[in-house]
């Protein structure tokens, strides 16, 4: 197929989304969650309220894609789009299709990542989050779709997009289909780019593999969430192949903000306000 005529049947079907609002009965039940740090249980109410920092240790606690969504989007602002999109079994790996029909039971999600439209401090965005429940939101087929899309949506509607990487790499059970999805969506960051558009990803953690050495390598401002891992390879891989031991912290945020391989490092209480901020000098600027 011609690549210009493919392109511009994309951008139709993007004109032709239909976008949903998040509602409530998408947010997580109030059931509770055990501080892996130092053992308390909370409700999901108690620590949304807390942003996801445990009230006694401080440690963060993993948060669904929906709830980063209610943290970081104006409330009552977040429309989703592509929420149906799934992918295949394009190698017939063995199991693969059992396994995401159990992920989409157990997450109640259909893919690895939730992107959407919304206002975050009043300020237009796209916003993508990934959900390392979901097989460590590892980037397949339909991960990489929903990725691309956005990126396309925001240059047609003219938007920032926001994207909270948390992510083992790309889709083995996929094969070389999934990692096609590292040079997709790497164009599709450049197409935003080129049409001087604004581009923040917030590394959680895990950020690694091939969703680090694509899209979220490519954005204008990295911001790293505080004690996130990111990096490509594991540590121990790393120390087996170079026959030495790494110093303490490496691949964590911090360590990453001093090699400058990220702008910032950020705690979750005052991320949405940085974000905002961002935006709003970007928007500023370009108007």
């Known amino acids: 197929m011609n690549p210009f005529k493919e392109r511009k049947n994309i951008l139709d079907a993007i004109g032709k989304i239909t976008r949903l609002t998040f509602s409530t009965d998408e947010k997580a039940a109030d059931v509770m969650k055990t501080c892996p740090g130092c053992g308390e249980k909370y409700g999901t109410g108690e620590l949304?309220?807390?942003?996801?920092?445990?009230?006694?240790?401080?440690?963060?606690?993993?948060?669904?894609?929906y709830e980063r969504v209610s943290q970081i989007a104006d409330e009552g602002s977040f429309r989703e789009f592509n929420?149906?999109?799934?992918?295949?079994?394009?190698?017939?790996?063995?199991g693969y299709e059992k396994k995401i029909q159990k992920m989409r039971k157990d997450t109640g999600l259909k893919e690895a990542v939730v992107t959407g439209s919304c206002t975050i401090g009043g300020e237009k965005a796209v916003l993508c989050v990934m959900d390392k429940r979901f097989m460590m939101a590892s980037m397949g087929t339909a991960v990489g779709e929903k990725v691309f899309l956005a990126f396309e949506?925001?240059?047609k509607k003219k938007l920032p997009i926001v994207i909270f990487t948390a992510s083992g790499g790309a889709r083995m059970q996929e094969g070389i289909m999934a990692l096609m999805q590292m040079a997709r969506t790497s164009a599709a960051a450049a197409r935003h780019d080129e049409a001087g558009?604004?581009?923040?990803?917030?590394?959680?953690?895990?950020?690694?593999g091939g969703v680090t050495a694509s899209f979220a390598s490519l954005a204008d401002i990295t911001i790293a969430e505080k004690g996130a891992l990111i990096g490509f390879a594991g540590q121990r891989v790393i120390e087996q192949t170079i026959g030495e031991e790494l110093p303490e912290g490496f691949q964590r945020a911090d360590f990453q903000l001093e090699k400058g391989f990220v702008d910032m490092v950020?705690?979750?209480?005052?991320?949405?306000?940085?974000?905002?901020?961002?935006?709003?000098?970007?928007?500023?600027?370009r108007h």
């Open 153 to 155: 949506y925001a240059v």
């Open 266 to 285: 950020a705690g979750r209480p005052e991320l949405k306000d940085t974000i905002a901020r961002i935006l709003f000098i970007h928007g500023r600027r």
């Open 48 to 65: 949304a309220a807390a942003k996801y920092v445990c009230p006694s240790c401080g440690q963060y606690i993993s948060m669904t894609a």
């Open 83 to 94: 929420k149906a999109r799934t992918g295949y079994d394009p190698i017939d790996f063995p």
């Open 197 to 208: 558009l604004l581009y923040i990803a917030v590394m959680t953690d895990p950020t690694t």
